[in-house]
């Protein structure tokens, strides 16, 4: 079935990126394939396809985190920021690997940036430092951290202090 469904999916995109002399009626791929195809999709430029291919990865496995990394990366280049957002938060949370991890925090603060949401693009960029693979990637989100703050018309302080009396 979860076969069947992503056939499906994916006969759409290709169909709708295929010329019609070149229409095939089925096409059966593994989810690893699947998952090529789509990143391809995203570094070819084609968003919509990586799209729909990455919702048919969703629908045989809710939990692949790449899948959803890769329809949050197509979601921010067809400019829709929130899902795009949602869809990296989510994939932060399924993510087991460190580097993943980095990547959607990563995606998720350039989609709230994107979307005009600047102290949510703060908030991921803060998440997205203890997964950072290395220390260049570290310091670069501390240097977007501090350009995103820069550029917050929303700067609040909080300041406590304890006296005795």
């Not at 979601?75 to 989510?90: D, I, M």
């Not at 997205?128 to 240097?143: E, G, H, K, W, Y």
Request: proline share 6%; glycine share 6%; net charge positive.
């Amino acid at each position: 079935m979860r076969r069947a469904a992503l056939a499906l999916l994916l006969g759409l995109a290709l169909g709708l990126a295929a010329p019609a002399a070149q229409a095939r009626d089925d096409l059966t791929l593994t989810l690893p394939q699947a998952r090529a195809m789509a990143q391809q999709a995203l570094l070819q430029g084609d968003p919509r396809s990586a799209v729909l291919l990455a919702q048919g990865l969703l629908q045989a496995d809710p939990a692949d985190a790449h899948a959803l990394l890769i329809l949050a990366r197509g979601l921010e280049a067809q400019g829709r920021y929130r899902p795009g957002r949602r869809a990296a938060a989510t994939a932060f949370q399924l993510a087991t690997d460190k580097p993943d991890r980095f990547m959607a925090a990563q995606i998720a603060a350039r989609n709230a940036y994107a979307g005009g949401q600047f102290g949510l693009a703060q908030y991921w960029l803060r998440r997205s430092l203890d997964p950072a693979p290395t220390d260049r990637l570290r310091d670069q989100a501390v240097a977007d951290f501090k350009r995103v703050r820069a550029a917050n018309p929303w700067n609040t302080r909080l300041q406590m202090t304890v006296q005795p009396s």
